[in-house]
């Protein structure tokens, strides 16, 4: 095998870019599937460009390809940092980087011909779901060797969180993906859901989650240039979220017959989730207290603190929304697809581009190329975004009165008619942003200026 494949953190760079670059194939699907909500006969006779075809596309690509990958670039170099080794095997890792990107891969050309296994989350057919697998064990095996391998004592909370997510990933997937059906990755009616619905919560729950908060609490401390407010809240903040995020599910599906009781612990915990993400807010707030100058000065640092401003709104609006009386007018609606973008490009996604910009110049030893430009696509994406939350949320209410009053469809669809035209020129910024960011990312590795031996030393040690 070339010598390129152990090159140290060529796997995190790899993961790194190609998050970049999914970022903007999302993007696209994106705004192709806005465009045919509001024209529904733009591009027709193109059987696999077709709303029903790309939205999956779109969502799976944006999860496990843009934020997903990028973040698990990010934690690839944090990790032995951390731990002050080197990865244990960086063969290994690029094997996880081919068969993980593999698997996203078969979203734009399987999903696009009809290879779907058609439950939303959990869409990728049974071959990939075992390619995807694989992956994730093989991560398993470099962390844990990279843990056993460290030479620093104490494992600080990112670690943690990063092997986690692995771990947790490894049991949760199969379980909603029904992998032991491979012809069907179902079960047989309603109890279906739960089970859709058991990944469908834990794919943002405990993978992006926890890789998101690894990273925050990597680059937040550094970039203030203090330890972290508090290892034991954070080690609180990690309990809590696998103690109370695991179960919830069931909040997906309120407004089904699903046992009461399961409704009961779902709603609950759901608004006891305020406890361990009050404590991520907060630890790190009270870390980067006083230090504004360097934080907000820093682009990815601002980035980093953005996405934990959209986690504290996306977690106050999730208990709200997971309460059963007023989900009768937020559910099956765009209330809840304008959640899904905060939370998954405002936390998920900001949180990985932050991360990314602080972590790409201690793997390439080269400066970012043009911070005009991460402040450019910051600039476009939270236009974009804020204003997806403004429009979704609007066009979610009026859905939503209009169910329940007993209005049909056809008569409201007018009514969205500005909305959905307004997310869809929305949609051109997010493009342009992932595409601006894109750009960036190869610019900065291919004529970035290089860093001295004492600027790379310096910051490698502040970690
Ligand atoms: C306190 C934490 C949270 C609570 C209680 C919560 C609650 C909920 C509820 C009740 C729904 C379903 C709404 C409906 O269908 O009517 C939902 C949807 C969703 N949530 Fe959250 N949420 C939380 C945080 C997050 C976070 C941190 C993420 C991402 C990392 C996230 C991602 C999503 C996504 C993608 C959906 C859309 C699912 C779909 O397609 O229907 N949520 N959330
Ligand atoms: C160019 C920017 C984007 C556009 C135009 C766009 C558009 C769309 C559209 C049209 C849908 C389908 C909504 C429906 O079925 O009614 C959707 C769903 C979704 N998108 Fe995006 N999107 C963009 C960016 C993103 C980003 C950056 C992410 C995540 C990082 C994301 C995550 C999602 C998710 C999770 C859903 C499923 C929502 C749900 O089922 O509740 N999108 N998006």
Redesign the pocket.
């Known amino acids: 095998m070339p010598k390129f494949f152990d090159k140290p953190q060529s796997a995190s760079l790899a993961f790194m870019v190609a998050g970049a670059f999914w970022f903007v194939v999302g993007a696209l699907y994106g705004m192709i599937s806005a465009i045919h909500l509001v024209s529904p006969e733009f591009l027709p006779n193109v059987s696999w460009l077709v709303f029903g075809r790309e939205r999956p596309v779109h969502v799976n690509t944006m999860l496990y390809g843009f934020v997903g990958t990028m973040l698990i670039g990010c934690g690839l170099y944090y990790t032995p940092a951390l731990l002050r080794t080197r990865l244990w095997s960086e063969r290994l890792a690029w094997a996880s980087f081919f068969l993980w990107n593999i698997t996203i891969l078969s979203g734009p050309l399987g999903f696009s011909f009809g290879h779907t296994q058609g439950r ?2 959990n869409e990728y057919i049974w071959s990939a779901d075992m390619i995807l697998m694989v992956a994730v064990l093989l991560l398993i095996c470099n962390v844990v060797m990279t843990i056993a391998n460290r030479t620093e004592e104490q494992l600080y909370v990112s670690v943690w969180y990063f092997m986690a997510t692995f771990l947790w990933t490894a049991g949760n997937y199969p379980l909603g993906n029904v992998m032991w059906r491979p012809a069907t990755g179902a079960m047989p009616g309603l109890i279906d859901s739960l089970f859709l619905w058991f990944w ?2 834990n794919l ?2 405990l993978l ?2 926890p890789l ?1 908060t690894g990273a925050a609490y990597f680059v937040i401390p550094r970039m203030a240039r203090t330890p972290l407010n508090s290892h034991t809240l954070s080690l609180l903040g990690f309990w809590l979220l696998i103690a109370l ?1 695991s179960h ?1 599910g069931g ?2 599906v ?2 089904s017959p699903i046992p009461n009781w399961l409704k009961a612990v779902s709603i609950v915990d ?2 006891a ?2 406890v361990p ?1 009050s404590i991520v807010v907060l630890n790190l707030w009270l870390t980067a207290r006083q230090r504004g100058r360097l934080i907000w000065g820093d682009p990815a640092a601002r980035l980093i603190m953005a996405g934990i401003a959209w ?1 504290l709104i ?2 106050i ?3 709200v ?2 309460l059963p009386y007023l ?1 009768r007018v ?3 609606n765009n ?3 304008g ?2 973008h905060i ?2 490009l405002g ?2 996604g900001y949180i990985a581009l932050g991360a990314m910009y602080h972590i790409l110049p201690l793997v390439t030893g080269r400066c970012i190329y043009s911070n005009r430009l991460v402040n450019l696509q910051f600039g476009l994406i939270t236009f974009g975004l804020t204003g997806f939350f403004i429009v979704l949320t609007i066009a979610g209410l009026i859905q939503g009165n209009a169910w329940n009053n007993g209005e049909t469809v056809y008569r409201v669809l007018p009514q969205l008619a500005p909305y959905f035209i307004s997310r869809a020129a929305l949609g051109v910024f997010i493009l342009t942003g992932a595409s601006v960011g894109f750009y960036n990312v190869v610019m900065s590795i291919r004529a970035g200026r290089e860093l001295s031996v004492g600027e790379l030393q310096r910051a490698e040690e502040a970690a």
Do not use: D, K, N
Request: negative net charge.
């Open positions: 939303e989350y469908g919560h943002p729950g992006i989650t998101a995020y919830i909040h997906h309120l407004q759901s608004v989730m305020v993400v986690y996306t977690c609006q999730g208990p929304q997971s989900q937020t559910h099956f209330w809840t697809v959640h899904a939370a998954m936390f998920g």
